[in-house]
């Protein structure tokens, strides 16, 4: 932010395009209402400014340098238009900032002087939670190589993001986060809904009952932004295991019946049909040996779902109408099955 100038001045909008009633402002404004009731265009005619989308410098927030915004809402994706600004006044010194891995200045402590367009890759830290901004002033994104939303952070001590971005109430769900590197048999201790979720590491299952039951999902590593549109759900996420990583071989023994009855197979890789390969209508009951496994309601990989981890499993119909709430899962039957591989990581 080396080349702000020293006066900003950013002018408002009542419409697109820079049409309509317009509001210039060159200080901190705390609420827009009290000039014009809306505002769908700007231009910043110097300095930079930090807009909200709601008043008192809270909600979503966007860095606006100098330039045009003729449709700031469809260029930012905000249902809303900005309601309060701030000014960001020019700092000509260095620029030294300390962030930590927990809250209250906990967990480890990185000082930082220039840009990081990444945390985990340059100190292996997977969470900032608190940071003392020292000299200077700020951008923190929420994904890595400056991407997603984004805090104006300037000199202080902020001790506790989850609690001043759940104040803003308007970070959408920003500031409701919880972070899992374990089995969560309940997440209603932590969050009461859960909408989106970002695997960073390794293979998760997740449950919409608590105690790993219900409907069931894989996760690999990779952005879910919205996963009950993706997993046809109604409702959110409401337990998670982890899936521990398998480096040996795979062994599993599928059985026609109940209880290790009828037809037996012994896998040691993917099947995509157990019925064009072994000529078996149902599959009632497996033993898992070695490895971390998915079946699936139809062949090629597709339907729901089911995790299964090394141990006996003598009756699916029980198993499954036991866990309730399963949507007539309690009669499913299983028709291929794959191998959680080091890939998947």
């Not at 700007?42 to 340098?65: H, I, K, S």
């Not at 590197?181 to 695997?199: F, L, P, Q």
Request: hydrophobic share 30%.
């Amino acid at each position: 932010m080396a080349d702000m100038n020293m006066m900003g001045k950013i002018t408002f909008y009542e419409d697109r395009n820079f049409m309509g009633r317009s509001y210039e402002c060159m200080n901190d404004m705390s609420d827009m209402s009290s000039y014009m009731s809306r505002c769908h265009s700007c231009r910043v005619e110097r300095g930079c400014f930090m807009v909200y989308n709601r008043t008192n410098y809270m909600g979503n927030q966007y860095f606006m340098r100098r330039g045009e915004y003729a449709d700031y809402m469809s260029m930012f994706n905000w249902s809303d238009c900005i309601r309060s600004c701030r000014m960001i006044p020019m700092h000509r010194g260095s620029y030294r900032m300390r962030i930590y891995e927990r809250e209250n200045f906990g967990g480890q402590m990185h000082e930082m002087m220039d840009d990081c367009d990444n945390i985990m890759d340059r100190y292996r830290m997977n969470n900032c939670m608190s940071c003392n901004v020292m000299d200077g002033h700020w951008l923190m994104y929420e994904q890595p190589n400056y991407r997603g939303r984004m805090w104006y952070m300037r000199p202080g001590e902020y001790r506790n993001f989850h609690q001043m971005m759940g104040g803003m109430g308007g970070m959408g769900g920003m500031g409701n986060m919880y972070e899992c590197m374990n089995d969560m048999s309940d997440m209603s201790s932590y969050m009461s809904r859960c909408h989106s979720c970002r695997v960073e590491r390794g293979c998760f299952m997740v449950y919409d009952r608590t105690n790993y039951m219900g409907n069931q999902y894989f996760m690999r590593r990779g952005e879910y932004a919205d996963y009950m549109s993706m997993f046809g759900w109604s409702d959110s996420i409401r337990s998670c295991r982890m899936i521990p990583m398998h480096r040996g071989s795979y062994r599993m023994r599928i059985y026609e019946r109940e209880n290790f009855g009828g037809q037996m197979h012994e896998m040691m890789d993917d099947c995509d049909n157990i019925m064009d390969r072994y000529r078996m209508n149902n599959c009632m009951s497996c033993n898992v040996m070695e490895g971390n496994w998915l079946m699936y309601e139809q062949p090629n990989y597709r339907g729901r779902m089911w995790y299964m981890r090394p141990g006996e499993y003598r009756n699916f119909n029980q198993m499954m109408g036991g866990m309730g709430g399963m949507g007539g899962m309690g009669n499913m039957r299983f028709m291929s099955m794959r191998r959680i591989m080091d890939s998947f990581y």
